[in-house]
């Protein structure tokens, strides 16, 4: 296999570079797909084994099925003034309400509890996540275009500074 | 098309079973669990957990939009989705097929018609299957006029239903009027589709099932069959392979029709086809079509030598049945047992709670599938099946002994079992001789000695 991190980096940069909205690439059995915008792609580049070597053991696994150990709820935040706001579903985070547009919140922003902070999309169905609690957004954890699990904490909100 | 990370949208034993094959085949897994399985046993058996929603299968197991999405967003490109919650819904297969995801199973057109009971019926009849006489009963006139043809008693069943759900014993035609308005009710309620049919209650029958594979083009091939006829309200649990004194003749006829009416589906994937058998009649009559891999598939892998499970991926991935070639037919009996939580000495109640101790047997010819060990919580949301043990023997004679035996060292500490019940049974002259009709489970729960028994203690 000759591509490297960096190929792959260079690709990507090309494409987002091009007119294109879609790459689709095999090299060696190596197979990429890559697509703007933050949709899920079907089959991720790095996820995927090349389908003509067959891969034996555990540690070749790809990087996305690497936490085979079950997620553990975090613990609560010991700081009584911060609340986590969670996935009230399983789906594809997004921070902006389309491809391209300001985030709903940034670190910073001051929230009330309807205020709108992402929305979850599942099956083409778009659900609002809303605070929950009012304050500052402190720590945003939850990627952008990434699968939240049920329960997973895509931010904390901090209640100190908004009195 | 190779699968090569296959979402597992189920839960318990059948998970771990699934995940223990792809495991051999080298087939990433990632698992869908609820909240109340997230530290479950195939949690950390499989490569990846994804947590799709709370503890009540409502909100999780059986939302078929979340198990997509979770397929979608992990990169899988099949759904095993295992027996029950969503593996007979045919429009969880569509969304599977409008997703580009394999779903594991037959088509979407397949489940829904094996689903419908009246179009199984129709499908039955087209290819000679006998059917056990009946018909659909739109109205009152229609239902009496077919009532007083069928004669007496007779099964009012729900065309949606199945498994007994949804089913009435008629009697005297006096009680046809109202258990036909309370089976429409009740159908209507449960499975959304009110539609009834009438059916001959065959009181002296065993159930017997044969175990097919498709591969969608046609080709059909049996796996022999398995007599599930220890049930109590139709809750099967106790099987075994092959079905016990059937003469040569009859049981090659249950072979041939299960094989004619797979057929005339082009059925695809693994599949059950349910027959009432009376044998001191020489006559059988279909029941339905499980379309889906069944709890009690473990017999029949013992007997036949082939995973049923690695065969359903073989066929979704478009191998068709190339791997059924050249599997070796182990023969001899096997027998199995369902563990469940519920406690006989309290009218079978559920018995959720935390496993504190658990030994399975690890013995000759036994094999064990459980998702149980030490300190494993069960949840009251979901169906009380702990584990199930197989035995395989050369003769019944073997597979039973090992049975027996296996059942006598197993220890489950905490929550109530059926444990018990399991040792009576295989211990019964009755049973030991083989060949027990549906109703022997209920006739020996109600021995005055046993009820005597349950009084005192």
Not at chain 2, 28 to 55: F, Q
Not at chain 2, 377 to 402: C, E, M, N, W
Request: proline share 6%; glycine share 10%.
């Amino acid at each position: 296999m000759s591509l490297t991190a960096r190929d792959i980096a260079e690709i990507t940069r090309l494409l987002e570079d091009s007119s294109f909205d879609e790459l689709e690439l095999e090299i060696d059995g190596l197979k990429i797909h890559l697509r703007r915008n933050g949709d899920i792609p079907r089959f991720p580049a790095k996820g995927d084994r090349p389908q003509s070597t067959s891969v034996e053991s555990n540690q070749a696994r790809s990087p996305l099925l690497e936490n085979s150990a079950p997620r553990e709820t975090p613990p609560p935040p010991a700081d009584p003034d911060l609340t986590e706001v969670r996935a009230p579903l399983l789906g594809t985070f997004y921070r902006a309400p389309k491809p391209g547009a300001p985030p709903f919140v940034e670190a910073g922003a001051s929230v009330e509890p309807d205020t709108v902070i992402g929305i979850i999309e599942v099956m083409k169905l778009m659900n609002a996540v809303r605070a929950g609690a009012r304050g500052v957004v402190r720590d945003i954890r939850a990627r952008d275009g990434a699968l939240v699990e049920y329960g997973e904490t895509l931010l904390l909100i901090d209640a100190r500074e908004s009195r | 098309m190779s699968i090569r990370r296959i979402l597992v949208a189920n839960r318990g034993e059948i998970a771990m079973r699934i995940l223990r094959t792809c495991r051999k085949l080298d087939i990433e897994t990632v698992l869908a669990a609820s909240e109340a399985d997230r530290d479950s046993l195939p949690a950390r058996l499989a490569t990846r957990t994804v947590c799709i929603g709370p503890a009540h299968p409502t909100a999780s197991y059986l939302k078929p939009e979340l198990q997509v999405q979770a397929a979608l967003g992990t990169g899988c490109d099949a759904i095993h989705p295992g027996y029950g919650f969503l593996s007979e819904r045919a429009a969880f297969a569509r969304l599977c097929e409008q997703h580009g995801v394999t779903f594991i199973g037959p088509t979407s057109e397949q489940l829904a018609i094996a689903g419908d009971k009246l179009a199984a019926r129709a499908a039955a009849k087209g290819v000679d299957v006998p059917l056990a006489p009946g018909g659909e009963a739109p109205s009152l006139d229609v239902a009496h006029e077919l009532a007083a043809r069928i004669g007496m008693p007779l099964l009012v069943k729900a065309a949606g239903g199945g498994g007994g759900r949804g089913m009435k014993l008629v009697e005297r035609a006096a009680d046809l009027d109202a258990a036909l308005e309370l089976a429409a009710a009740e159908a209507g309620a449960a499975f959304g589709d009110a539609r009834v049919y009438l059916e001959r209650f065959v009181a002296r029958a065993r159930h017997v099932e044969v175990q097919v594979l498709g591969d969608g083009a046609g080709n059909i091939v049996h796996l022999g069959e398995r007599d599930c006829s220890v049930q109590r309200r139709y809750q099967k649990i106790i099987e075994e392979t092959p079905a016990p004194g059937i003469p040569h003749e009859l049981r090659a006829r249950l072979h041939d029709a299960a094989l004619r009416f797979a057929g005339r589906l082009r059925y695809r994937g693994a599949g059950t086809v349910e027959f009432l058998v009376d044998v001191q009649r020489d006559e059988f009559y279909f029941l339905e079509m499980n379309a889906r891999l069944q709890v009690e598939h473990p017999v029949t892998e013992a007997v036949s030598g082939v995973d049923i499970v690695a065969a359903q991926i073989a066929i979704a991935s478009g191998s068709g049945l190339r791997l059924m070639r050249g599997e070796a037919w182990r023969d001899g009996c096997a027998i199995e047992c369902r563990i469940n939580a519920e406690d006989p000495a309290r009218d079978f109640a559920p018995s959720p709670g935390t496993v504190h101790s658990v030994r399975w047997p690890d013995a000759e010819g036994i094999r064990v599938d459980t998702h149980i060990e030490s300190g494993a919580r069960v949840p009251p949301f979901y169906d009380s099946l702990l584990g199930k043990i197989i035995a395989h023997g050369r003769d019944r004679a073997q597979a039973l002994t090992r049975l027996r035996a296996a059942i006598a060292i197993t220890r489950i500490e905490g929550i109530a079992t059926n444990l018990g019940l399991h040792a009576e049974i295989l211990a019964d002259p009755e049973f030991m001789r083989g060949g027990v009709d549906t109703g022997y489970l209920a006739r020996l729960l109600a021995r005055p000695a046993r009820a005597a028994a349950r009084q005192h203690g």
